[in-house]
T-cell receptor, first 114, second 115 residues
């Protein structure tokens, strides 16, 4: 069965520091991969996605992610974190079949220190 | 425009009440979804509509009844809910282009409290 693992439940970084959030997936073929961000009490906002092609994907708000097939990973990065980036981040996988079903990781809560 | 709207934003209901959650999108998407999200957890898929037909029901109790009146609207009818049904209910939509490369866009959610 497909699964998504986000090993870090909670991360704290200082404002201006770099950020990397980890995501590993378990799936036989190349999946479609997503990162969403959720501020408290809000819906999910799409940050970026990977379907095929260039393995380094640029997203909104200065985020990027790199698909590494050999490591089954799709880690999210940002070179300089802003206080407004504090939120919950979800990695998700869609196997691309007919069911349009997203499998979410458990999420990583990002706190930003001034 | 990638906007999905949901009403109401907040809802408080008793266990004997009947209420409905509404979701709307005007992106021409043909797939629409209901998710339930408990605090500090990822969203859990409840229902998927594809071309206005129910395509996935994730074994959701019958006290939740989805309805898709047209391609832009999705309702979730609630009846005889339990306190454990209190959660954030999220609606999403996607193009359903059948090439598998679907991107789901989420609404802001309805915060439901069952007393």
């Amino acid at each position: 069965a497909q699964s998504v693992t986000q090993p870090d439940i909670h991360i704290t970084v200082s404002e201006g520091a770099s950020l990397e959030l980890r995501c590993n997936y378990s799936y036989g073929a190349t999946p479609y991969l997503f990162w969403y961000v959720q501020s408290p009490g809000q819906g999910l906002q799409l940050l970026l996605k990977y379907f095929s092609g260039d393995t380094l994907v640029q997203g909104i708000k200065g985020f990027e992610a790199e698909f590494k097939r050999s490591q089954s990973s799709f880690n999210l990065r940002k070179p300089s974190v802003h206080w407004s980036d504090a939120a919950e981040y979800f990695c998700a996988v869609d196997h691309g079949g007919a069911t349009n079903k997203l499998i979410f990781g458990t999420g990583t809560l990002l706190a930003v220190q001034p | 425009d990638t906007e999905v709207t949901q009403t109401p934003k907040h809802l408080v209901m008793g266990m004997t009440n009947k209420k409905s959650l509404k979701c709307e999108q005007h992106m021409g998407h043909r797939a629409m979804y209901w998710y339930k999200q408990k605090a500090k957890k990822p969203p859990e898929l409840m229902f998927v509509y594809s071309y206005e037909k129910l395509s996935i029901n994730e074994s959701v109790p019958s006290r939740f009844s989805p309805e898709c009146p047209n391609s832009s609207l999705l309702n979730l009818h609630l009846h005889a809910l339990q306190p454990e049904d209190s959660a954030l209910y999220l609606c999403a939509s996607s193009q359903d282009s059948r090439d598998g490369q679907e991107t789901q866009y989420f609404g802001p959610g309805t915060r439901l409290l069952v007393l």
